[in-house]
Structures are given as C-alpha cells and as structure tokens.
C-alpha cells in the first residue's frame, strides 16, 4: 500500500485504521465531514496522514476531494469506505429525512467514493475497495428499518461491484463486523438497547481489532469477510436455515 483513502475516518474504524494504516507506511487520507476530528487525528498521526473534509454522500463534495486527491498525491492503491451511521428505529418512528441520510451513508457515500477512484484505478490496473458494513446486511433486526435497508444496499453494491471488476485487476472486499466498542453507541443514543440478545454471545470487537483485519484484507483482498469468527458461523448457519435466523434476531 502506497496510498489509501479513508472515509469516515474521524471516529472508531476509520480512525483507527488511518493509524494502522500510516504504520505500514502508507499514505493516508482522512475523509468525514468532521474537520476538527479530522485534523486531531492527523495530528496524532503525523506526516503520514493528510485531511480531505466531505460529505461522502454528496456526490459533488466527493468529486471535489477526489480531484485534490488526484492532483497532490496521485491515484489510491487502496479505499476503504468506512462511513456510515443510522438510529434503529421501526418504519413509523423513521422520518423520510432519516431514511435518506442514513442510505447516504454508508451506501451513497461508498458508491460515490468509489465512482469517483474508480476510472483512475482501472486505468492503472491494480487497486482494492473495502466496505465496512454490519450484520444487518444479512439478519436485520427489529426496529432497524432504515439501517437494515441501507447496509443491505451496501451489500449489494459490492456484489455487483465486484462482478464489473472481474478480470481487471482490482478487488472489492465486502467486510461485515459484530458490535465494535466505539463511539457510534454514544453518538446514537437507545441503540445499544436495542442489540438483539444474540449480540449477548458475541465477542465486543475494538475499533483497533478491526483496523488491523483490514489492514490484512488490504494487502489480501477476498470477496468477503466475517469477523468475529462466531458470528461468520451464525451467518453461515442461517443461510441454510433463515426462519431460525430471523428468530434468533429477535430474541
């Protein structure tokens, strides 16, 4: 990794692994609407890291930052699209302003990063795009109208994503992660309570323990990643069951 682009890099995943990132040696570029947030970690980070403030849902804002990106330090090696948030609400305590923001990231803000990378990266004909996203995708639970339907969004985007990117050399890596000890439950309050009681039996990850999974899926790209283990087990088992997963996210 020469060069990598960070987005929701101004808090938890993102931001631990710009670190993780800046200590192989790499190039990062912190992306988040955030710029005070931004430039303290960069100021942690030091030389290595650079600050591109943007609303990654805003496809004119990410073009902007992608041309900065382009004409002070060239075309990524990798991109993570870390961006992401949304309350767990059911459908009628769900605004259609929340909904809109909460597909804005992380799904819009990843198809428009990655859109915007995406002609340059071809052209050099190597490259890889990592997704952050949560088991939701997969077993959404109650009360996560909006979140379920945006992740799932994400999910597919990387599948189809990756069916363009057969043969060209560059990878898309879809990584789903279980509950992570970071500030999303502070900054999203009544979330917490809401875990399905599954989330009782799984591993608490940190935001560390995620940056270096992908710091490794950077470097080793595969279609898709499940961390914890027993949660990839979970989710393996209720593809060939669903009634017995959709319960268990109930419980």
């Not at 060069?3 to 710009?18: D, E, Q, R």
């Amino acid at each position: 990794m020469e060069l990598v682009v960070i987005t929701g890099a101004s808090s938890g995943v993102g931001a631990a692994t710009a670190r993780a990132v800046a200590e192989t040696g790499a190039q990062v570029v912190l992306v988040a609407r955030n710029a005070e947030a931004l430039r303290r970690i960069a100021g942690q980070i030091g030389k290595a890291a650079v600050v591109e403030p943007c609303d990654a849902s805003n496809w004119q804002a990410v073009d902007r930052m992608a041309g900065d990106v382009f004409d002070n330090y060239g075309t990524p090696d990798v991109v993570i699209n870390c961006a992401g948030a949304g309350q767990w609400k059911t459908l009628p305590d769900t605004s259609a302003e929340e909904a809109a923001t909460m597909m804005g990231a992380p799904y819009f803000a990843a198809l428009h990063t990655t859109k915007a990378f995406l002609p340059s990266m071809l052209e050099k004909g190597r490259g890889t795009f990592l997704h952050v996203n949560s088991p939701a995708c997969i077993a959404p639970w109650p009360s996560s109208v909006g979140y379920a339907a945006a992740r799932a969004a994400l999910r597919g985007f990387h599948a189809a994503l990756s069916q363009d990117l057969h043969g060209a050399g560059l990878h898309s890596c879809h990584v789903i992660f279980g509950k992570i000890s970071s500030e999303y439950f502070d900054h999203n309050p009544g979330v917490a309570e809401r875990m399905p009681g599954l989330d009782r039996i799984l591993p608490t990850l940190t935001p560390e323990a995620c940056a270096a999974r992908l710091v490794r899926l950077a470097r080793q790209p595969r279609y898709e990643a499940v961390y914890p283990v027993m949660l990839r087990l979970l989710l393996s088992s209720g593809a060939l069951a669903p009634p017995l997963m959709r319960w268990l996210a109930r419980i």
